[in-house]
């Protein structure tokens, strides 16, 4: 059955979530703060975690970085009552993988949950290696090197940067972006494709050039640029 820690300081919210969580058909266990959440994440495997950010004792960014060092991969929802746009950059560069500001439907969050899960057990990564100039990119072994050196992509990063390399020379539309890197429909909620997309040019550095802008359209990845 399919684990999923909900962490967040107020009890309501917790009880809420479980509650919705296990009439879909998930397994679930609470954290009331982030340093609760790092030693059942160090005791127990999830597949999925859901993270307040204001709380007691550890934020959960602190928390969701802690939990990385261990495990790199299990996908994670963050919450927050402020939906500033730093909030949104500061998750995706600790390796967020979707945000959600309270207050939130709870059938939104449990089809984010189903999408995310979704797409992290039955992606099948293509066989084979893209190198271009200095950038290597590993579709088997998920990472990204520039000029012999690994880079260190959050798995959205990563399966954004994949998506858009596959399809190469190809205009892809902000919708697309979203339905196919994300899962599901994001509502038009072109800021979290957009934050994305910042934080990967960044990683990229000289090479992010290969991420060309459509204005009013999305973005392509163009080898030759």
């Known amino acids: 059955m399919t684990k999923i820690l909900i962490t967040d300081d ?28 790092v030693e059942k994440c160090a005791a127990n495997s999830y597949d999925l975690i859901i993270m307040d950010i204001m709380m007691p004792n550890l ?50 969050l449990m089809m984010r949950i189903h999408a995310i899960l979704k797409r992290t057990r039955h992606s099948a990564p293509a066989s084979d290696t893209l190198k271009i100039d200095g950038l290597v990119i590993d579709y088997d072994a998920r990472t ?23 399809n190469a020379g190809i205009a892809l539309t902000r919708e697309k972006l979203l339905s196919n890197v994300w899962g599901y429909d994001f509502f038009g909620d ?24 459509l204005r009013g359209v999305g973005y392509r990845f163009e080898k030759t640029n």
Do not use: W
């Open 190 to 213: 072109d800021r979290t494709l957009d934050t994305h997309i910042k934080l990967l040019r960044r990683n990229l550095g000289d090479y992010a050039k290969y991420i060309v802008t």
């Open 144 to 166: 990204v090197s520039i000029d012999g050196v690994r880079v260190g992509l959050s798995p959205k990063e990563y399966e954004l940067l994949a998506y858009l390399s596959k």
């Open 59 to 108: 934020d959960g960014f602190s928390a969701v970085k802690e939990i990385r060092k261990n495990d790199p991969d299990v996908p994670v929802i963050m919450l927050s009552a402020l939906g500033q746009e730093y909030d949104r950059v500061h998750g995706f560069d600790v390796g967020v993988d979707d945000y959600v500001v309270k207050p939130f439907s709870s059938k939104e």
């Open 10 to 37: 107020e009890a309501k919210i917790r009880e809420m979530i479980a509650k919705y969580a296990v009439h879909e058909g998930f397994e679930t266990e609470e954290a009331c703060d982030g340093m609760e959440a």
